[in-house]
T-cell receptor, first 111, second 116 residues
């Protein structure tokens, strides 16, 4: 079946540091890939997505590239802020309705 | 859009009681999804509706769980004879349905269930 494995946390960084959260997936076909973010006390929000190989999703300074050859969709941000402190979830969808999520990575950015 | 809303936000119940949660999707979104999230894990798919039709149910959805979307708008998720293992965050999401695309799912804030 489909599954997503993402980097275990928690991750603690200083402001302006570089952030990478690794995500790899297993799928039988060609899924769409997503990063969702959950800020403290809020619901899940879509951060970015990519629907085919070599696509790059980007939003709010975050980027992730769909790498079919390594079955990966790593999330990166060049300079994090305190407001980026959240739980980040990698997810895939191989059907057009069901999302399969990773376990989430908690990121804390210190001033 | 006012976003997806869920009620109640928190529910504490005793083992063996029945509980019902409500989800109001974004208006004009014809797809509605239910997920369950336990502590330290990502959400797991439970079921989804297209309009009023329930099209898919996960194996996670035991016989004690039932979901409805009677008029294709709001949805309810009922758990009968609750067990401590049902304690979790229950998330609802909605999306428009466009042919040939994987639509973004918009999530509500969730209902946190605690079974004592």
């Amino acid at each position: 079946g489909n599954s997503v494995t993402q980097m275990e946390g928690p991750v603690t960084l200083s402001e302006e540091a570089f952030l990478t959260i690794n995500c790899t997936y297993t799928a039988t076909g060609y899924p769409s890939l997503f990063w969702y973010v959950q800020y403290p006390g809020e619901g899940l929000q879509l951060l970015l997505k990519a629907t085919k190989a070599d696509d790059k999703g980007s939003n709010k300074g975050f980027e992730a590239t769909y790498r079919k050859e390594t079955t990966s969709f790593h999330l990166e941000k060049g300079s994090v802020q305190v407001s980026d402190s959240a739980v980040y979830f990698c997810a895939l969808s191989e059907s057009d309705y069901k999302l399969s999520f990773g376990a989430g990575t908690t990121v804390t950015v210190r001033a | 859009d006012t976003g997806v809303s869920q009620n109640p936000r928190h529910k504490i119940t005793k083992r063996g009681q029945n509980v019902t949660f409500r989800c109001d999707p974004i208006s004009e979104h014809n797809r509605l999804y239910w997920y369950r999230q336990t502590l330290g894990q990502g959400p797991e798919f439970l079921t989804y509706f297209q309009n009023e039709a329930q099209l898919e149910k996960s194996r996670l959805l035991s016989d004690r769980f039932s979901a409805e979307r009677p008029k294709g708008s709001f949805s309810t998720l009922e758990i009968q004879r609750t067990e401590q293992g049902d304690s979790a965050m229950y998330l609802c999401a909605s999306s428009p349905r466009r042919a040939g695309s994987t639509d973004t799912q918009y999530f509500g804030p969730g209902t946190r269930l605690t079974v004592l």
